[in-house]
Nanobody
Framework: VQLVESGGGLVQAGGSLRLSCATS????????IGWFRQAPGKEREGIAC????????HCPNRMRGRFTITADNAKNVVYLQMNNLLTEDTSVYYC?????????????????????WGQGTQVTVSS
C-alpha cells in the first residue's frame, strides 16, 4: 500500500489549494481515507475522511465549511479542497488509509485508527 500526497505549497490567506492523495495497493471500495494535519509542537489533527456508503466509519469532517473531501474511485485518488485558508492552517498535511472490516465502527478523525500513511505535504499560508 502506498499513499502519496501532492498539491501543497505557499498561498496567501484567503486563497485556496487542492491536495491530492494518490493511492495504490488498495481499493477505495473497502478502505477509508482520512486527511490529517500536524503543526510543529502540536498533535496530529483529523480534518476529514471519506469511504464508500457501506463503510462502517464515523467521519466528523469538522472543517466542512472550508474544506471538502472527495474521492475519485476510478483513479484511486482522494482530494482535499481547501478554501479561504487562514494562517493557522499552516501545517504538514497527511492522508491515511484504513481497511473497513465492518466488525466495528472506525472513528474517522482518530489517527490511531489508520494503518497506512503518506509522507505529507507542506501547506504554508502567509498573511
Amino acid at each position: 500500500v502506498q499513499l502519496v500526497e501532492s498539491g501543497g505549497g505557499l498561498v496567501q490567506a484567503g486563497g485556496s489549494l487542492r491536495l491530492s492523495c494518490a493511492t495504490s495497493g488498495l481499493t477505495l471500495d473497502d478502505h477509508a481515507i482520512g486527511w490529517f494535519r500536524q503543526a510543529p509542537g502540536k498533535e496530529r489533527e483529523g480534518i476529514a475522511c471519506v469511504s464508500s456508503p457501506q463503510g462502517n466509519i464515523h467521519c466528523p469532517n469538522r472543517m466542512r465549511g472550508r474544506f471538502t473531501i472527495t474521492a475519485d474511485n476510478a483513479k484511486n485518488v482522494v482530494y482535499l479542497q481547501m478554501n479561504n485558508l487562514l494562517t493557522e492552517d499552516t501545517s504538514v498535511y497527511y492522508c491515511a488509509a484504513v481497511k473497513l472490516s465492518g466488525a466495528w465502527m472506525v472513528v474517522g478523525d482518530n489517527p490511531h485508527e489508520y494503518d497506512y500513511w503518506g509522507q505529507g505535504t507542506q501547506v504554508t499560508v502567509s498573511s
